[in-house]
Nanobody, 121 residues
């Protein structure tokens, strides 16, 4: 069993900052990619940022320069620092990880339950 548990979602004013965290637990041999996706009401889930290894990052154009993804591999944890938040960043943010549970197994995709981020005055 593998679980991804997010935390850090909140209501914040435009221009404010939030830091999301996601910790993976359970039987884990290795984690290749970790990342964040988001889904706003009435819209499809979209990529926010991913990190492979410790420093190979990828960002959606809409968040470049404002959001920073980082990772603590020893803790199987990924973070998303969000600055200069805008109302259009309002969404449920989902943690993602590509995990190998055993040395002999392939990678499977795992998702967290989601954490709400609301940007409003």
């Amino acid at each position: 069993q593998v679980q991804l548990v997010e935390s850090g979602g909140a209501l914040v004013q435009p221009g404010g900052s939030l830091r999301l965290s996601c910790a993976a637990s359970g039987t884990i041999f290795s984690i290749n990619v970790m990342g964040w996706y988001r889904q706003a009401p009435g819209k499809q889930r979209e990529l926010v940022a991913t990190i492979a290894g410790s420093a190979d990052t990828n960002y959606a154009d809409s968040v470049k320069g404002r959001f920073t993804i980082s990772r603590d591999s020893a803790k199987n944890t990924v973070y998303l620092q969000m600055n200069s938040l805008k109302p259009e960043d309002t969404a449920v943010y989902y943690c993602y990880a590509a995990i190998r549970r055993y040395a002999w197994s392939g990678r499977n995709d795992y998702w967290g339950q989601g954490t709400q981020v609301t940007v409003s005055s």
